[in-house]
């Protein structure tokens, strides 16, 4: 298994067709060979940001260039705060001005910011082009990738613009996580434990076998891992595309992650404050599904072996987490759902009525 070049899943789509996600190390020297079979296209935009620009888009770019893909590159200004509609109405300015038109393709190259906008504005631009993902961050590469989930923030909140609109094709390229700060690291592997606690006891022991050794990029095993919680993403949005009610187990310590996030005003990273949402889930699936305490204590440990927290910062009440829970409409007729686990690698539903859920907050907390 170690010695796979590149692994193939496949996401299935009622309203859009089936695409292939690959991962691998090395494979963006193939992307040219990859588009070709995909079709012919009129043109092609290379949309990435200012930091992935010299790191990865150039590079790509020019290898392109010599396989006859000219492309035209886009770069857009890095991090959330470019996530507007402001950004997607002067991408499409740009697409119109270079005259694309409904056979171009996009290619998203970095982390989700680059991947929401530029599919956002594929699914927008001429009432929808193809475009595919060259995720740069592991987050983008084990999440935010797959599934076709695209759209941009609004100041009163993330993600509040958006459409469903599946990419023709995702290729992950291990070779470009080199790059990344460790800390961005750390955050990316928050959804990977995420992918194991929900759907994957196998990849649940790798990953506390290897424990802190993971963070190193050059890890021979980083290739089936990142596959692995691929695939869990990949077989969940297979079962259920448009989040009717099976894809929301992957909201698995994102509920009380999000509104960590918000009462901190966003000073805390995604990965954290997932961390924390799954610490804290992982001790609300003891009090209420039953699941045992081994499997907590072990599910709580590798979530720090990783480098991150399972506690929520002694500067925040506890109680604070419900305002943006009630805020969200999380919470409905006095109950609020939850993403438990009842074992590793099996996740439930389970409502827990506010008044409840108030005091095991505080119990945990006060551990
Ligand atoms: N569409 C979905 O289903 C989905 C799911 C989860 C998250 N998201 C979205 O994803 C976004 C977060 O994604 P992210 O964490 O990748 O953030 P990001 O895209 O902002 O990337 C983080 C930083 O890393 C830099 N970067 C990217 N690749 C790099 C590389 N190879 N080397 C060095 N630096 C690199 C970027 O320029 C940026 O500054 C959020 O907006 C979130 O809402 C979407
Ligand atoms: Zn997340």
Known sequence: ???????????????????DVLVGRGILDSLHSEI?????????????????????????????????????????PPGESAKTIGTVLDLCQQLLAQGFDRKSLLLAVGGGVVGDIT???????????????????????????????????LPSGKNLLGAFHQPRLVLSDLD???????????DGFAE?????????????????????????????????????????????????ERESGLRRILNFGHTLGHALEAATNY????????????????????????????????????????????????????EALLVPLEKDKKIQAGICHFVLLAEIGRAVIHPIPVGDLQKSLQKITRH
Request: charged residues 25%.
């Open 1 to 19: 298994m170690l010695e796979m070049k590149r692994i193939r899943l496949e996401i299935r789509s009622e309203t859009d067709r089936s695409y």
């Open 36 to 76: 070709q079979r995909l079709g012919s296209f009129s043109s092609y935009g290379l949309v990435t940001d200012e930091v992935v620009r010299p790191l990865v888009a150039e590079p790509l770019q020019n290898q392109l260039r010599s396989n006859s893909i000219d492309t035209t590159l886009i770069a857009l």
């Open 119 to 153: 599919g956002f504005a594929a699914a927008i631009y001429m009432r929808g082009i193809p475009y595919i993902q060259v995720p740069t961050t592991l987050l983008a590469q084990v999440d935010s990738s797959l599934g076709g989930k695209t759209g941009v923030d």
């Open 176 to 186: 470009v996580l080199t790059s990344l700060s460790s800390d961005a690291r750390r």
């Open 192 to 240: 990977v434990i995420k992918a194991a606690l929900i759907e994957d006891p196998e990849l649940f022991s790798i990953l506390e076998r290897e424990g802190a050794d993971l963070l190193d990029p050059g890890n021979s095993l980083l290739q089936t891992i990142i596959a692995k919680a691929c695939a869990v993403k990949c077989r969940v949005v297979n079962r259920d």
């Open 267 to 318: 000073n805390i990273s995604h990965g954290q404050a997932v961390a924390i949402g799954m610490g804290l889930a992982v001790r609300l699936s003891r009090q209420w599904v039953g699941l045992s305490e081994d499997n907590a204590d072990r599910a709580l440990d590798l979530i720090q072996k990783l480098g991150l927290p399972t506690d929520i910062p002694k500067n925040i009440d506890p």
